[in-house]
């Protein structure tokens, strides 16, 4: 009978075990994904201290409300400070002074905290020390976005490992690593494999052995903290990366081929994903999608991403799986530059991951966050500028915010809080603005001639916007198996002089086309313009590049054009050509070039604007376009002066004298925030004169009276928004990119949409 019981204990106990580890295992799955079983765990803990929500609620208010007064204190110190500067130069020396710069981000890190409802325990040696520290403050914040705001999270990772290792608060290797790992881990990360919890400060150990072990490739050791992050963030568990180390080919062992590791070691197999693979001895059961399993069993798109990202961030290289339409590609930094690998789509169509570090803005704003990386002062300067902007009195935030567009062009977050931020009536020197935008204006008037439908919008008889939009960039060209007519239009967007056409056939298609016309849209009517009779040939270049790659070339044509389009009438039977082995076309074209010059329309700029002059209550009639009231002026020396709609083109500037008689000498001056950019003296009707104005001033001497019907000014004018959108074209490093337009584009979105009557 003993015996039995025995048994019977034995079995029970054998079952209450199996039962445990059955649950532990789905608590490892989905303990993150049920809100009930957490709510029920922390009531047990409660429980286990004798406490009730309540009675926590209460310790955590108080935890809360000594963090907020941190923050009122704070954000009281600063203001004392700056309180009473008026010029945005004094705030940017505020923001570049060493005790300046470590308030503005501990202003920032406690409005986190408390934000996210955390505590800051200054108690705490280590967390003191990171508090006060302005470099890992500095690091923290200007490394990319912090995941979820989870501030805590961060500073309790950074704690951890600086305790477990003091050499990490000294700037290199490890300073790199813990503030990389804080930023990555500071909210919880599930591997690949069973989601299973990574171990954020065990990461940082395995990357220091493997560094002390010279595993890891050359540029590891170089790489900022924004960098750092993206070979930190993989999925892959400790084990995988090992094996990596272990198997990787050494050919691939090198910072320039380490990306292409995957595309040697993992098989292709057709609709058969890695998560489709089962244990050979286990038909039921899924086999765990490690790295190597990848490299046994092969797979699609996602385990190639999966596998190149991992294998690349085993050797401490960057690398991150990309989204693309009905794909997954990978990015990798190769000698400094992020590559895209496994990839069906450019840039400008691949979209983020949920851990990616830059804005929360699709894939191609990596290469943005890329380029303001690469000048850290300037990136945080930019971002102590913004976080001011948001401390301090609102009417200031316009200035501010501006301010560090131009220290700092790329900082996309500089143009969402001019977006979001400027909705009161703002304080700005506008004489001073436009004074720094005259370089600007400038570069942009000079522009040389460049290929203007670039990235431009494209239609076509083909009907395919995807491939409308080939024509006017670098891709795989436009297509179509159409056998009689064909046509492409193109919008410029604007008016420009048009200086000449290059048409790059695809694959010498261009036989097939019997003869075409292009048409431009001049000033609102349409003219043809050109037809392959106009082709221009040039003898000595038929053996040139151009001439066997089957380069068209047309000469330009007057006028301001804002459209062009281009018809083609095919040869009989003409011939049909395959791309790949489903689409058979006739015509194909891989891009078109239109160079050219923006040629803006001419007005009179003067119409109608605010004017003063040394008479009271007559100067509203010297710009209201009626010549039947003279302004008169019985003072020797006289003045006029006419505000412009923001900084203005000026060719020409006309006085229309009452009788057609002149009357003394004449000064004219272009002003520009309140200092002359250009003047001519003597006495005239009309001045011929080329230069840029936001007031323009007429001074008149040597008579004893005046008599004036009319002054008129010929040009063209920008708005503080047209300037803050060619700065963003000029400066913005990856700008003239594929990918750098389409972020370019949002950012001059956003410029479009502020709300500030006064700003401008």
Not at 559 to 567: A, E, F, I, N
Not at 617 to 645: F, K, P, T
Not at 722 to 743: H, S, Y
Request: aromatic content about 10%; overall charge negative.
């Amino acid at each position: 009978m003993k015996d039995c019981r025995s048994r019977s204990f034995f079995l029970l106990l054998l079952l209450v075990v199996q039962t445990s580890s059955t649950l532990q295992y789905e608590e490892t799955e989905n303990y993150y994904d049920d809100d009930n079983y957490e709510v029920d765990l922390e009531l047990e803990a409660l429980e286990n201290e004798g406490l009730t929500f309540e009675t926590e609620q209460i310790k955590r208010d108080q935890v809360t409300n000594g963090t907020q007064n941190l923050l009122d204190e704070k954000t009281k110190q600063i203001k004392e400070k700056v309180g009473n500067f008026g010029k945005t130069s004094q705030f940017r020396n505020y923001a570049e002074n060493g005790t300046g710069s470590l308030e503005i981000f501990q202003w920032e890190l406690l409005d986190c905290l408390v934000k996210q409802g955390a505590s800051l325990d200054l108690s705490d040696e280590t967390v003191d020390w990171i508090y006060n520290d302005k470099t890992t403050l500095e690091a923290l914040f200007t490394s990319g976005d912090i995941f979820d705001r989870n501030c805590g999270g961060v500073i309790d990772i950074l704690s951890t490992i600086i305790k477990q290792d003091p050499d990490a608060k000294n700037p290199g290797l490890k300073f790199t690593l813990a503030a990389a790992t804080a930023l990555t881990f500071g909210v919880e990360r599930k591997a690949r494999v069973r989601n299973q919890i990574i171990d954020g400060v065990a990461r940082y150990h395995n990357y220091l052995k493997w560094s002390d072990e010279g595993i890891l490739l050359e540029p590891f050791y170089h790489l900022n903290v924004w960098e750092m992050r993206f070979v930190l963030k993989g999925n892959s568990l400790h084990y995988e990366y090992v094996w990596a180390q272990e198997n990787v080919p050494e050919k691939f062992r090198k910072p320039e081929r380490i990306g292409g590791a995957v595309f040697d070691m993992v098989d292709y197999v057709p609709g058969k994903p890695m998560k489709n693979h089962t244990d050979p001895d286990d038909p039921t059961k899924p086999l765990p999608e490690t790295l190597e399993n990848m490299h046994i069993y092969g797979g699609v798109c996602g385990t190639f991403c999966a596998f190149g990202s991992g294998a690349t961030q085993a050797f401490g290289v960057p690398a991150s799986p990309l989204g693309q339409p009905g794909h997954c590609a990978f990015t990798w930094l190769k000698n400094g530059v992020w590559q895209l690998a496994n990839k069906v789509r450019g840039w400008e169509q691949s979209y983020r991951k949920k851990s990616f570090t830059f804005w929360r803005r699709e894939a191609s704003f990596l290469l943005l966050m890329h380029d303001v990386q690469q000048n850290p002062d300037s990136y945080q300067l930019s971002e102590k500028m913004r976080i001011l902007a948001s401390i301090l009195d609102p009417t200031f935030k316009f200035s501010l915010l501006e301010e560090a567009t131009s220290i700092c062009p790329s900082n996309y977050g500089l143009y969402v809080a001019l977006d979001e931020q400027i909705t009161t009536p703002q304080t700005v020197d506008k004489n001073a603005l436009q004074l720094k935008m005259v370089p600007t204006v400038e570069a942009h008037i000079n522009q040389t001639i460049r290929d203007v439908a670039w990235m431009k919008p494209a239609t076509s008889s083909a009907s395919n916007e995807q491939r409308n939009a080939w024509v006017t960039k670098e891709g795989r060209g436009w297509f179509t198996d159409e056998k009689d007519t064909c046509w492409i239009e193109i919008d410029l967007g604007g008016p420009y002089r048009i200086d000449h056409v290059e048409i790059k056939w695809a694959f010498n298609t261009n036989p097939n086309v019997a003869n075409y016309e292009m048409g431009a849209e001049i000033n609102g009517s349409w003219v043809e313009t050109r037809s392959k009779a106009d082709e221009k040939v040039d003898e000595s270049a038929k053996k040139s590049r151009k001439a066997r790659k089957g380069i068209t070339t047309l000469e330009g044509w007057e006028g301001r054009t804002t459209k062009v389009r281009l018809d083609m009438r095919l040869v009989d039977n003409a011939r049909m050509f395959r791309k790949g082995s489903k689409f058979n076309y006739t015509v194909g074209i891989g891009e078109v070039f239109i160079y050219g010059k923006e040629d803006p329309v001419r007005e009179t700029v003067t119409l109608s604007r605010p004017v003063r002059s040394n008479v009271a209550n007559m100067d509203a009639h010297l710009v209201d376009g009626i010549n039947a009231v003279s302004w008169r002026s019985l003072s020797r020396q006289s003045w006029i002066e006419i505000s412009l709609d923001g900084i203005c083109v000026l060719e020409s500037v006309t006085i229309d004298w009452a009788k057609n008689v002149i009357r003394g000498s004449q000064t004219v001056k272009y002003v520009v925030g309140g200092e002359t950019y250009k003047e001519t003296s003597g006495k005239f009707r009309t001045v011929k004169m080329m230069g840029l104005a936001s007031t323009l001033r007429i001074e008149l001497n040597g008579f004893r009276r005046y008599y004036i019907n009319e002054i008129s000014a010929s040009g063209y004018c920008f708005s503080m928004k047209d300037m803050l959108k060619m700065r963003v074209d000029q400066r913005v490093e990856i700008a003239n990119t594929i990918p750098g337009r389409v972020t370019v584009d949002v950012i001059k979105n956003l410029l479009d949409g502020i709300g500030c009557d006064t700003c401008f």
